[in-house]
C-alpha cells in the first residue's frame, strides 16, 4: 500500500524540485507560497514532518527546512517522475556527437563528453565487458625498424592497439609472416579463447622472439579487454556541487570515488540487485559512491551487447532531464554501432 496520499506525493515533487534548484533545505512557507496546494503553510509544515518520519525527507539541523532523502528520491525515479525527451537542439548536438565516428572507443568518448557537457555531470561508459565478443581481426604492422603495432578489432565495432618492441634482424617477412599465423590462429576467436594465447613456435628464431612478444602484448590485451575500457568525462562538474563543498567527509570520500577507477567501472556495470539501472545513494554497494546517484543503460551492436553509458552526479539531480538524455544517447550510440558493425 502507497504510504504517500495524493497531498504528500505533491509536496514531495515540490520538495525536490526546489532542491534540485537551489540546493537548500526547503521550508514549509516556500511550499505554500509557490506551489498551489489549497492548504495554509502550518499544514504544508505538518505533512512535511509526515513526510520526514516516514523516511522520504531529512531535516539537516532542528530549525532548518527539508531535503530529499534516498528513499524519496527512490519514490521520486519510481512513481512521481515527469516524461521527458530531449529538445530537437539537444538531440542534434548528440547525433552530432556520433555521426563521423568510426569505432566503438571514438563514439563512446565523444558521446560521453557531449553528454556531460548538457547535464553539467559527470559522465561514463563501460565497454566490451562480454568475454564471448569475438575477435574479427588482430594485425602486426610495422613502425619502424625496431617497433610494430597489434591492431585488434572486435565483432561490435571496439578497436584496441598495443606497441611492442621487435628484436633485431626483424624484417617485413617477418611480420607478413606471423600475420598469417595470426589470421590462423586467432582470427574469430572470442576473447575468452584467447586470454591464453600463444603463437606455435617456428625454426626461425627472429620471429619465435616476435611470436613471444605478439603473444604476451595479445594476452595483455584480452585481459584488459575483459575487464571492459572505462572512458570518463567531467569530473569537475561533480567536484564543483555545492552540497559536497558543505561537508568534508563527504568530499574526501567523493574524490575516492572519481579517482578509483576499478571502483568506477564495476559501479556502473553493476545495477542493484532487482536489476534497476538507476541506484541512488546507499542503495550503491560501495559506501564511498553513498553520496552520488548512478544512471545507467545498455548500448548494442544488433542484439548484442556492447557496453554500458551512465550518467553519475550528486542525488540532487534533474531525474528526468538526465535519464531523457541518457536514453537517447544510448538509442543513438546504439544505431550507429548497429549500422556499422552489426553482421548481415
Known amino acids: 500500500m502507497d504510504q504517500l496520499n495524493e497531498r504528500k506525493r505533491h509536496i514531495l515533487r515540490a520538495v525536490i524540485f526546489e532542491y534540485v534548484h537551489t540546493a537548500e533545505p526547503i521550508a514549509s512557507e516556500l511550499i505554500a507560497r509557490k506551489y498551489e496546494l489549497g492548504v495554509r503553510s502550518a ?19 532542528t530549525s532548518a527546512g527539508r531535503i530529499p532523502s534516498d528513499v524519496g528520491y527512490r519514490y521520486f525515479v519510481d512513481h512521481l517522475l515527469p516524461q521527458e ?21 571514438d563514439l563512446v568518448t565523444e558521446s560521453t563528453k557531449a553528454l556531460s557537457r548538457m547535464t553539467r555531470l559527470m559522465s ?35 578497436a584496441e592497439n598495443r ?5 633485431p634482424g626483424a624484417t617485413l ?31 626461425d628464431p627472429i620471429l619465435n622472439t616476435l611470436s613471444e612478444r605478439a603473444s604476451t602484448c595479445v594476452r595483455g590485451l584480452m585481459k584488459d579487454l575483459t575487464r571492459g575500457n572505462l572512458v570518463l568525462e567531467g569530473e569537475e562538474f561533480v567536484m564543483a556541487q ?58 548494442y551492436v544488433g542484439d548484442q551487447e556492447a557496453g554500458v553509458i551512465a550518467i553519475i552526479g550528486p542525488t540532487r539531480m534533474n531525474y528526468g532531464r538526465s535519464i531523457s538524455l541518457l536514453d537517447y544517447t544510448a538509442d543513438a550510440i546504439s544505431d550507429v554501432l548497429t549500422r556499422l558493425f552489426a553482421r548481415s
Open 173 to 203: 617477412a617477418h611480420i607478413g609472416q606471423l600475420n598469417e599465423i595470426l589470421a590462423a590462429t586467432a582470427g574469430e576467436k572470442s576473447l575468452s579463447e584467447l586470454q591464453d594465447y600463444r603463437l606455435p613456435v617456428s625454426g
Open 242 to 299: 555545492p552540497e559536497f563543498h558543505r561537508l568534508p567527509d563527504t568530499m574526501e570520500m567523493l574524490v575516492e570515488s572519481v579517482t578509483d577507477e576499478d571502483g568506477l567501472r564495476e559501479a556502473i556495470s553493476a545495477p542493484r540487485s532487482d536489476g534497476d539501472t538507476i541506484t541512488i545513494g546507499r542503495e550503491n554497494q560501495e559506501e564511498k559512491h553513498w553520496p552520488l546517484a548512478i544512471l545507467r543503460r545498455q548500448f
Open 43 to 61: 499544514t504544508v509544515r505538518n505533512e512535511l514532518a509526515e513526510i520526514t518520519e516516514l523516511g522520504f525527507l531529512e531535516q539537516p539541523h
Open 163 to 167: 606497441i611492442i618492441e621487435c628484436p
Open 85 to 105: 525527451s530531449p529538445d530537437a537542439a539537444e538531440q542534434t548536438t548528440l547525433r552530432t556527437a556520433t555521426r563521423d565516428e568510426e569505432t566503438l572507443r
Open 124 to 158: 561514463a561508459a563501460v565497454t566490451v565487458k562480454d568475454s564471448t565478443v569475438r575477435v574479427r581481426h588482430l594485425v602486426l604492422t610495422a613502425l619502424g625498424p625496431d617497433r610494430a603495432l597489434i591492431v585488434c578489432v572486435l565483432e561490435n565495432g571496439h
